[in-house]
């Protein structure tokens, strides 16, 4: 009997396979008509063969699946199935072999509309949409950054999907649970983030007021651009770009991995852009780490861009402290 593995578990499953994969999620595209067939016991799951059972030890909590009727509600130590009872949708599941379906990251943030907060949704899109994935164990996973003990983020990745293709998912289960919560959460999801910190700085910079952003539009990550050297005509790719206003954002980590991050730590590249025309604003880290020094450097881009200035209320900051907080402290 198959395992249809969605929800948190099934996202534990995605970044661990991502990140060890180059991005990629090997397996087969698969459309059951129905779950009838669907594991859905504690016996039933211990008969998944070794190979399963390594795979269901990157869980962090419960194995959850899904299944087609109440009767097979389960809620056990180990186990906690979910019903689901209508047709399974085009795109919804990639076999894995060895008895596992997983829930394939499109059908994944529909799944998870309805738990996350609005942030946390649109950071998943991003993640999903973008070249790094936010799971993996240190000794497993080449360059990766050490957050902690067990989490880490694992850079250069193939996207498990682009922000069209997601769109056009939800699009399609409209009316189903937590559709009009990822439909809202997809105008902030947009391609190519290489690294949850320029996300976390998108976010901060292009988020609404309401939800604490300074309501910029919002920039193309990692768009390539032509500069002309002295020997030929090379590509760069800047972090957060404007193209309609040449205007770059370029994030300067102190961290030691490949990509985006070091894409410009040489002056001569960002010459190259400037005699492009392209105006290149600087970010370091501890100006994102400080409320102050990030809110200069956000008049800074929008002067840039022509915009006017917005007055800020004491209801904003309040909003833009709590954004942060979420963006830079809990992930």
Excluded at 111 to 136: K, M, V
């Amino acid at each position: 009997m198959p395992l249809y593995l969605c929800g948190q578990a099934a996202l534990d499953v995605t970044r661990y396979l991502r990140a060890t994969n180059d991005g990629e999620i090997p397996g087969i595209p698969a459309r059951p008509r129905r779950l009838g067939d669907a594991l859905y016991t504690n016996r039933q799951l211990n008969t998944l063969d070794e190979s399963a059972q390594r795979l269901l030890a990157h869980v962090r909590g419960k194995v959850e699946a899904m299944v087609p009727t109440s009767e097979l509600h389960a809620k056990t130590e180990r186990l906690e199935t979910h019903v689901w009872c209508h047709d399974i949708p085009r795109g919804a599941f990639i076999n894995l072999g060895n008895g596992i379906f997983l829930s394939s990251p499109a059908f994944l943030f529909m799944q998870l509309a309805p738990q996350l907060s609005e942030i946390d949704l649109i950071t998943l899109g991003l993640e999903f949409c973008g070249s790094y994935s936010c799971w993996g164990f240190p000794s497993l996973v080449p360059n990766a950054k050490v957050e902690d003990e067990f989490r880490v983020t694992t850079y250069q990745l193939r996207p498990a999907l682009n922000a069209a293709r997601l769109s056009a998912f939800v699009e399609h289960m409209e009316g189903e649970r937590g559709s009009v919560r990822a439909r809202w959460a997809l105008k902030y999801v947009i391609d190519n983030a290489a690294s949850p910190m320029e996300s976390a700085v998108y976010l901060l910079l292009s988020l609404p007021r309401r939800l604490g952003g300074r309501g910029l539009p919002a920039p193309l990550f990692n768009a390539k651009v032509a500069v002309t050297t002295s020997v030929s005509t090379e590509y760069r790719f800047p972090d957060l770009y404007w193209p309609t206003k040449g205007v770059d954002v370029e994030y300067q980590s102190d961290e030691k991995h490949s990509g985006s991050w070091s894409r410009y730590r040489d002056a001569r590249r960002e010459i190259e852009l400037v005699a492009e025309h392209i105006t290149v604003l600087p970010l370091t880290r501890h100006q994102i780490m400080d409320a102050e020094e990030f809110n200069a450097f956000a008049v800074s881009v929008r002067r840039a861009l022509g915009l006017r200035s917005r007055t800020l209320t004491p209801a904003w900051y309040e909003n833009y402290l709590a954004l942060r907080q979420k963006l830079l402290f809990e992930r």
